[in-house]
């Protein structure tokens, strides 16, 4: 495929002259993308180097996905103006087929995966490796077992994807594209929802990837891990090229990134909070819960916290530490089977047996996984944002339309929500604003408890400010907020008290301004309590 491109949907053969150094492999010139109500993408351009690492960053809705999509002919050719070059030919795709043929893989921000089936029907669906007509399974194995190796994913091919965590399906992900024969990889936010480790071993990878003669195009809001890999970054700011940044040249870092993305400088990252604490108000008591498939595994032991009014209480814990086992526990019930323990607010003992107990008792959870159990990606803002209140806007059975459209766009414009309408649908927007669509949906509630479970996962530095400020407002309104996160600076920045969970278990919590990300390592990492977890 080295002296082929796709030119109107064929093939068509090139003639290329030598292999010549800092040479584009693909330039992308005057894009204009347009939705109904929307553009998108005004007049985008952008250029990479044959072999660099090409890091894009921009806000939410900024028009980064949008911009691959185009590239990678989800969105096909005359749906879109512009130019495409790729390996020195104008290429026009009408579907993702058609890029992959010509070198180009896309690996998205949601996986598309199969849970059922296993890595090697994953690796080579649609492109089977077959004999007289059949698959061949004997080579698909094979093949797959030399796929990940070349990932580093010690895994039996045979695996079901479903047991899998979402660093080895990501790195699954990628031994399927590898297998396409892949010329420039598209890794659309590829470290967002890993831990630290996670995270180092497929950035290695794809540095790797880069001293093989891979070309490489990643777009994160992890601003850190875009310094460390990129060797160029293209800046997109509201559907328009801002600027391509050099990195080797020096005088990048993370500010000059942030500047270029959000038209300003950020002077703090977390908005300016003086807490106004008051007396505790929802305890949570000797908490034990039991894991919804293995019967001896406990995900919750005897786990305690308690939250006082105005305070944000942070939770630590690396992925699988049961961080979020015991929030959706908490609220109603929603995870594995309950074995005791008691929860309690405002002095009294609650019976929050299940989703409706628990709003009602005014508890609202903010799930990490915002496009399946946060938002119903059929609904409209509008019907997003009142879905669980409507109560609130209906009488005898029956909404009230106006006051829905009058409480949704209230949200719309208090979270700056990035949409035409609110009759716009939320599989529509970026991830920002779907997140803050669900923020909008659990504020209609009015907790006294606010869940919020990685409420910045994938989303810009500005976005993430925003919410930082939403997170104040509520705390400064006397409510109580419980975040989870992974990400330890945001802990530090935004908690009064943050408590640390290893297996199940909490194992310290600290005031704010006496842990930093040593202190709260060590608790993350061992059983051993190093201080009064209550």
């Not at 630290?196 to 790797?208: A, K």
């Not at 496009?371 to 109560?391: E, F, M, P």
């Not at 529509?428 to 996962?457: C, H, Y």
Request: charged share 25%.
């Amino acid at each position: 495929m080295g002296q082929k491109a796709l030119r109107h949907g064929r093939l068509a053969r090139t003639a290329r002259g030598p292999f010549v150094a800092n040479a584009p492999i693909l330039e992308m010139r005057g894009i204009t993308k347009r939705f109904p109500g929307v553009v998108a993408l005004s007049d985008v351009s952008m250029k990479v180097i044959r072999g660099e690492i090409h890091a894009i960053c921009g806000e939410n809705g900024a028009g980064k996905s949008t911009l691959m999509k185009v590239l990678s002919g989800v969105y096909p050719f005359g749906t879109y103006e512009g130019d495409i070059i790729f390996e020195g030919d104008e290429v026009r795709f009408s579907n993702t087929k058609q890029s992959e043929t010509a070198g180009i893989a896309i690996i998205h921000q949601e996986l598309a995966l199969i849970p059922e089936l296993s890595i090697t029907e994953n690796l080579f669906l649609g492109n089977e490796i077959t004999r007289f007509g059949r698959i061949d399974w004997v080579a698909s194995q094979r093949r797959a077992r030399e796929l990940l190796d070349l990932v580093g994913l010690k895994e039996d091919p045979d695996t079901l994807i479903k047991t899998l965590g979402v660093g080895k399906q990501q790195l699954v992900e990628i031994a399927k594209a590898l297998h396409k024969d892949v010329k420039l990889l598209i890794l659309d936010e590829p470290t967002a929802a890993l831990n630290e480790t996670e995270s180092q071993h497929l950035l290695d990878l794809i540095l790797g990837f880069k001293k093989s003669g891979m070309t490489s195009i990643m777009i994160s809001h992890k601003l850190n891990e875009i310094e460390r890999v990129a060797d160029s970054i293209t800046i997109i700011r509201d559907g328009k090229t801002v600027e391509t940044l050099d990195v080797a040249a020096g005088g990048v870092d993370e500010d000059r990134i942030i500047r270029g993305m959000v038209g300003r400088s950020l002077e703090s990252r977390f908005p300016e909070r003086t807490p106004n604490i008051g007396e505790t108000f929802f305890e949570v008591r000797d908490w034990t819960v039991r894991h919804p498939v293995d019967p001896d595994r406990l995900v919750c032991k005897n786990e305690s916290f308690f939250v006082r009014r105005g305070e944000v209480v942070g939770f630590a814990g690396l992925m699988g530490a049961g961080r979020t086992e015991l929030a959706m526990s908490v609220f109603g019930r929603s995870y594995g089977t309950y074995l005791s323990g008691e929860i309690h607010k405002d002095g009294r003992r609650l019976k929050v047996a299940n989703v409706s107990d628990a709003i009602r008792h005014g508890i609202g959870y903010v799930s990490e996984d915002r496009k399946t159990l946060g938002l119903n990606l059929l609904d409209t803002i509008k019907r997003a944002t009142v879905s669980a209140g409507l109560d609130k806007i209906s009488k005898g059975g029956v909404v009230n339309d106006l006051l829905e459209y009058k409480v949704a766009e209230e949200y719309r414009e208090v979270l700056r929500t990035k949409a035409p309408s609110v009759d716009e649908g939320v599989s529509k927007l970026s991830g920002g604003n779907q997140q803050k669509v669900v923020l909008a949906k659990w504020m209609f509630t009015d907790p006294d408890l606010l869940i919020l479970d990685e409420p910045t996962r994938g989303i810009d530095v500005g976005a993430k400010y925003e919410i930082y400020s939403i997170i104040n407002q509520l705390a400064a309104q006397g409510k109580g907020i419980v975040l989870i996160s992974s990400e330890l600076p945001e802990l530090l920045g935004m908690s009064d008290r943050i408590y640390t969970i290893f297996e199940g278990q909490i194992t310290n919590v600290l005031p704010a301004d006496e842990a930093n990300p040593e202190s709260l390592m060590v608790s993350m990492t061992s059983t051993r309590k190093t201080g009064p977890a209550a």
